[in-house]
């Protein structure tokens, strides 16, 4: 117990994704949905500095119609698999990771909100931004992994 | 077909993008049982490039590789829509941003991000340090301390009604509204707009 609990302190967040590995034809489905998703960001102008502007001045519905009509969409369909116990295509239950209550949510949380008012991106506009011809954003890119890399250096000496 | 070229080429409006995002929740269930995050590929980088050791780095990315593979194709997404579908017109932006930003020099509105902040010539500058690299950190590290970012905790956390994933999303608005309101003039003066 106490060993588990040691480990659990040092790893304060499992890796949100604990699947099985695919081969390099199972992840060419994974590029396409993220095509597809990158397009969806640049058309509706989501990465757009200008948008999340407007979002954090309540001067525009725009961004709040975004997120809140993606949580519609998502909560209706984990609902619907639910209900039906739908399985994944391979025929596997489908597994929702449960997300622990931690300080890091509320400090953590802020830091980044910071982050996202300046750079006008969450990670994935970041990417999409890239794409779109702002090559710039390789730095902020770059200094974004770096930032995770600090975390993940000092989290176990950070409040969790 | 060039009717069709045409609309896909308009701005597509807030209840089209965001259906369209929630939707990905579902199908990466579905076709792969993997949990829709975005920051997640920010590690998995740390772990495939510079694990040092740490034990939040040693773990088997490769698993995970799915998650790299979908942040390049959201990137290559990026590329073909601004090449091939491009919006004809300039943003439209609300006239109350307009004239906020204006007291901040931001008056350019001929690209999606404003060129007098994110351009090459701001790259060594304070500007530059204040956007590309103080911003660019605080995104990295916030998210993987929140262990997730709009995607992992406003989209998919929510969608799954985990109320840790509703105080993230509330302290990440926070963190916005008190970076725009509060701060963002005195930094920007202090970076020389």
Same mark, same amino acid.
């Given at each position: 117990?106490?060993?588990?609990?040691?480990?659990? !302190?040092?790893?304060?967040?499992?890796?949100?994704?604990?699947?099985?590995?695919? !081969?390099?034809?199972?992840?060419?489905?994974?590029?396409?949905?993220?095509?597809?998703?990158?397009?969806?960001?640049?058309?509706?102008?989501?990465?757009?500095?200008?948008?999340?502007?407007?979002?954090?001045?309540?001067?525009?519905?725009?961004?709040?119609?975004?997120?809140?009509?993606?949580?519609?969409?998502?909560?209706?369909?984990?609902?619907?698999?639910?209900?039906?116990?739908?399985?994944?295509?391979?025929?596997?239950?489908?597994?929702?990771?449960?997300?622990?209550?931690?300080?890091?949510?509320?400090?953590?949380?802020?830091?980044f909100?910071?982050?996202w008012?300046?750079t006008?991106a969450c990670p994935g506009p970041l990417f999409?931004?890239?794409?779109?011809?702002?090559?710039?954003?390789?730095?902020t890119l770059?200094?974004a992994i770096?930032?995770t890399?600090?975390?993940?250096?000092?989290?176990?000496?950070?409040? !969790? | %077909?060039?009717?069709?070229?045409?609309?896909?080429?308009?701005?597509?409006?807030?209840?089209?993008?965001?259906?369209?995002?929630?939707?990905?929740?579902?199908?990466?269930?579905?076709?792969?049982?993997?949990?829709?995050g975005i920051s997640s590929s920010l590690?998995?980088?740390?772990?495939?490039?510079?694990?040092?050791?740490?034990? *939040?780095?040693?773990?088997?990315?490769?698993?995970?590789?799915?998650?790299?593979?979908?942040v390049?194709?959201v990137?290559?997404?990026?590329?073909?829509?601004?090449? *091939?579908?491009?919006?004809?017109?300039?943003?439209?932006?609300?006239?109350?941003? +307009?004239?906020?930003?204006?007291?901040? /020099?931001?008056?350019?509105?001929?690209?999606?991000?404003?060129?007098?902040?994110?351009?090459?010539?701001?790259?060594?500058?304070?500007? /530059?340090?204040?956007?590309?690299?103080? /911003?660019g950190?605080?995104v990295g590290?916030?998210t993987r301390?929140?262990?997730g970012c709009t995607s992992g905790?406003?989209?998919?956390?929510?969608?799954?009604? +985990?109320?840790?994933?509703?105080?993230?999303?509330?302290?990440? %608005?926070?963190?916005? *509204? %008190? %970076?725009?309101?509060?701060?963002?003039?005195?930094?920007?003066?202090?970076?020389?707009?």
């Amino acid at each position: 117990m106490k060993v588990e609990e040691k480990v659990k !302190n040092i790893q304060p967040v499992e890796c949100e994704a604990p699947n099985m590995q695919e !081969n390099s034809d199972g992840l060419l489905k994974y590029l396409i949905i993220g095509i597809l998703f990158g397009a969806v960001f640049v058309k509706a102008e989501i990465i757009s500095w200008f948008r999340i502007q407007e979002m954090f001045r309540l001067q525009s519905f725009f961004m709040y119609g975004v997120i809140g009509s993606a949580i519609l969409v998502g909560l209706i369909s984990i609902q619907l698999i639910k209900r039906f116990n739908i399985k994944s295509i391979k025929g596997e239950s489908i597994k929702i990771p449960k997300k622990e209550f931690r300080k890091g949510q509320i400090i953590g949380g802020f830091v980044f909100g910071l982050g996202w008012a300046l750079t006008g991106a969450c990670p994935g506009p970041l990417f999409a931004q890239i794409g779109s011809g702002f090559i710039v954003i390789v730095v902020t890119l770059i200094s974004a992994i770096a930032g995770t890399w600090v975390y993940g250096k000092f989290s176990h000496k950070l409040p !969790n | %077909m060039e009717q069709i070229i045409e609309w896909i080429s308009q701005p597509w409006p807030w209840y089209v993008a965001g259906p369209l995002i929630g939707l990905t929740v579902p199908v990466l269930l579905l076709v792969g049982n993997k949990s829709f995050g975005i920051s997640s590929s920010l590690r998995h980088v740390c772990a495939m490039c510079v694990p040092a050791n740490i034990p *939040f780095f040693t773990y088997n990315w490769k698993k995970e590789m799915w998650n790299i593979v979908f942040v390049i194709g959201v990137l290559l997404g990026g590329f073909v829509a601004t090449s *091939f579908f491009s919006n004809p017109d300039t943003i439209v932006v609300a006239e109350s941003t +307009q004239r906020d930003l204006a007291a901040l /020099g931001i008056t350019d509105y001929s690209r999606l991000l404003p060129v007098e902040i994110f351009s090459f010539d701001n790259l060594f500058t304070a500007k /530059g340090l204040l956007f590309f690299v103080i /911003g660019g950190f605080m995104v990295g590290f916030g998210t993987r301390y929140a262990g997730g970012c709009t995607s992992g905790h406003a989209i998919m956390g929510i969608s799954s009604l +985990q109320w840790p994933s509703l105080v993230a999303t509330i302290f990440f %608005m926070l963190g916005g *509204f %008190m %970076m725009t309101h509060v701060l963002l003039e005195q930094l920007m003066k202090l970076v020389g707009f």
